[in-house]
């Protein structure tokens, strides 16, 4: 009856159908005495209304009923709640990163993946960060969903119980690919995931590039993209040195994006707008990245080749 692939499905399944049996029987009940009456006590010629004030009978019942309903409902999503925020202490640790928009799942030591692998009939704690704005880490197949904030270090746990690939999502619109902020989660058999865990850690993961890093923490790439992809700004791939056509304070002109260009687009973006983007959205990132930071940025643009 439970098809959740985690420890925690039961409770949470359990709380659902209970919540969703008793609104459906109160529907249906409902509905029904409405039709009920509607017909029954249809104004009809020669009976004189009636009129009543007060029944402390019906008053007790309608008190006491929803009430014996609600602590029943609080009884099980106690439960099922009070075991997520019960970490055992054998849990294995993961970092789940949250930022525009992917997901990250860090194992430490520099080892990040794309997915969160992990073995099946294993505690996992995962740790939620977020670097930018607001997100949510949501594995629905394992009922587990919690907040990925700023600023603020949250977790969930669970125990896979099965072997299978099932999908991540954001649940929490964080953005323009708000909806693309996809991910899976792979359960593999103890001895598949060891032999995978140690195939990543041989594959050191190789540092990603400062200008790259710069970029991301400082929020560029949430309006700039990497690969081309028209965002709310122009795309980074293949920029330095191309020519564009901007519209100044004296019309439209066209000029190179060589390190000028790009320090001033960095420092007053609103001077020189790319023909096709708007003014206005972009403020000035003087206080944020100093003269060295630019200087590496412009180095880390001229490796972002368009391909032939
Ligand atoms: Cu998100």
Sequence with gaps: MFTGASNL??????????????????IVGITAFMIYTVIHFARKKGKPARQ???????????????????????????????AMRKVPADAMNVTAVGRMWKWEFDYGNGMKSAELVLPVNKAVRVALKSEDVNHSLFIPAFRVKEDVVPGYENYLWFIPTFVGEYEILCSEYCGLEHSSMLSKAR????ADYDKWFADFKAV??????SGYLLL???????????DGTKLVGPSFKGLYGKERLVTSGKG??????????????????????????????????????????IKTIIEYFKTLKEDK
């Design 52 to 82: 009543f004030t007060g029944s402390l009978k019906l008053e007790i019942i309608w008190t006491v009923i929803p009430l014996i309903i609600v602590m029943i409902i609080f009884h099980y999503g106690w439960k099922g709640f009070s």
């Design 216 to 226: 991301r923490n400082t929020g560029c790439i949430a309006c700039h993209s990497l």
């Design 204 to 209: 050191a993961v190789k540092p990603e590039p």
């Design 9 to 26: 499905a039961e409770g949470v399944d359990k709380t659902f159908i209970l919540i969703f049996s008793i609104a459906f029987i109160f």
């Design 187 to 190: 359960i593999l058999e103890q």
């Design 252 to 293: 439209q002109i066209k000029v190179t994006a060589d390190d000028n260009y790009i320090r001033n687009s960095i420092l007053d973006p609103d001077s020189q707008i790319v023909v096709g983007f708007n003014k206005g959205l972009m403020k000035s990132y003087k206080e944020l990245l100093k003269e060295d930071d």
